[in-house]
């Protein structure tokens, strides 16, 4: 079992940047694979970022490919997406996921282990 605890979120205009946390407790990180997923008011949860469990595999939304980068940090239990030259659109509910020693997927049902989500607002 893994808890995962999103951080980062807030408010920034337009061009600006933000780099989100997903802490994760349990001690065999360095085994899930982890994704990041957003979802806009009335719209289904999408795809934005995956990292695989070796680090050696990435995976990016077309959307937000060249402006936004997922890491982790094994040591320190965390995986995190910087996020840069944001748009209005990239505005949503941003959600960490895990899933153990699975490939690099941009499927949300893929992924059992879930964050609460972190705000990411970008104004105009």
């Known amino acids: 079992q893994v808890q995962l605890v999103e951080s980062g979120g807030g408010l920034v205009q337009a061009g600006g940047s933000l780099r989100l946390s997903c802490a994760a407790s349990?001690?065999?990180?360095?085994?899930?694979?982890w994704a990041w997923f957003r979802q806009a008011p009335g719209q289904e949860r999408e795809f934005v970022a995956a990292?695989?469990?070796?680090?050696?595999?990435?995976d990016y939304a077309d959307s937000v490919k060249e402006r936004f980068t997922i890491t982790r940090n094994n040591v320190k239990n965390t995986v995190y997406l910087q996020m840069n030259s944001l748009k209005p659109e990239d505005t949503a509910v941003y959600y960490c996921?895990?899933?153990?020693?699975?490939?690099?997927?941009?499927?949300?049902?893929?992924?059992?282990?879930w964050g609460q989500g972190t705000q990411v607002t970008v104004s105009s």
């Open positions: 990292i695989s469990w070796s680090g050696g595999s990435t």
């Open positions: 349990g001690r065999t990180f360095s085994s899930y694979t």
């Open positions: 996921a895990a899933r153990r020693f699975g490939t690099v997927v941009p499927t949300p049902g893929a992924y059992p282990y």
